[in-house]
C-alpha cells in the first residue's frame, strides 16, 4: 500500500495536502467554536494551532499522514481539515480523522464528499482497512460514521487522554476492503442528491 500525497478533487470539495501556504486559510477555518474542541484529543484553535500545525506538518514528512485542508468548490473557501493517518503500509490500513468544519459547512455534502475521497484514495492505494474513531461521548460523530456505511465494532475504553485530561473511551468504526464497493455506491447516491 501506498497512499499518494496529491490533492483530491471532486465536484463539492478539493482537498489540498497541507503545505505553507496554505496555513493561514487553514487557521481562519478552524479558530473559530471554540465549544467543539472541548471533547477533541488535541485542540488546534487560537493559541494551539501552531503545536497543531506543527504535528501535523511532522507527521506528513514521516509519511504516517496526509493533513488537508477542506476547500468548498462553491465559493473557493477553506471550511476545515481532514486527515489519513496512522497510515501502516505492513497492515494496509489507515485510519480518517482529526476532521473539523465550519458550522456553516456542516450537515451538508462536505462530509460524505471528503469522506468518498478518502476513502476512495486509500482502497485504490491497496488498503484493506479504513478506521473512523470518535470520542463516545460524541453521538452526532458516531451517527454521521454509520451513515456513511461503516461498521461499528465497539468501544475501546480509556483509549485516549484528551488536552483537557480526560480518559476518553473511542467509539470504533471501520470500512474494510470488502465493503467497500457498498460504502461507494451508498455515498455516490447520497452525493447525487445533492446535484
Not at 501506498?2 to 493561514?24: N, Q, S, T, Y
Not at 497543531?52 to 499522514?65: E, H, I, L, S, V
Not at 473539523?100 to 469522506?115: Q, T, V, W
Amino acid at each position: 500500500m501506498r497512499i499518494g500525497m496529491g490533492p483530491l478533487e471532486d465536484r463539492f470539495v478539493r482537498l489540498e495536502p497541507f503545505e505553507d501556504g496554505l496555513k493561514a486559510e487553514v487557521r481562519a477555518a478552524l479558530d473559530c467554536d471554540p465549544d467543539a474542541w472541548e471533547i477533541m484529543v488535541a485542540p488546534a484553535y487560537g493559541d494551539h494551532f501552531e503545536t497543531w500545525w506543527n504535528a501535523a506538518m511532522a507527521a506528513m514528512k514521516a509519511q504516517t499522514r496526509i493533513a488537508y485542508a477542506v476547500r468548498r468548490r462553491s465559493d473557493g473557501a477553506v471550511v476545515g481539515t481532514t486527515s489519513l493517518y496512522e497510515i501502516n503500509p505492513a497492515y494496509r490500513r489507515c485510519e480518517i480523522g482529526s476532521t473539523f468544519y465550519r458550522p456553516e459547512a456542516r450537515g451538508g455534502a462536505i462530509n460524505p464528499a471528503c469522506k468518498r475521497l478518502l476513502l476512495g484514495h486509500a482502497f485504490d492505494a491497496g488498503a484493506v482497512r479504513v478506521e473512523i474513531i470518535t470520542d463516545d461521548v460524541n453521538a452526532q460523530s458516531q451517527a454521521a460514521i454509520l451513515k456513511l456505511g461503516a461498521k461499528a465494532e465497539g468501544v475501546l475504553r480509556k483509549h485516549k487522554i484528551t488536552w483537557t485530561g480526560r480518559a476518553r473511551d473511542t467509539a470504533m468504526f471501520a470500512v474494510i476492503d470488502d465493503d467497500w464497493p457498498s460504502v461507494r455506491d451508498g455515498l455516490d447516491r447520497r452525493l447525487a442528491a445533492f446535484d
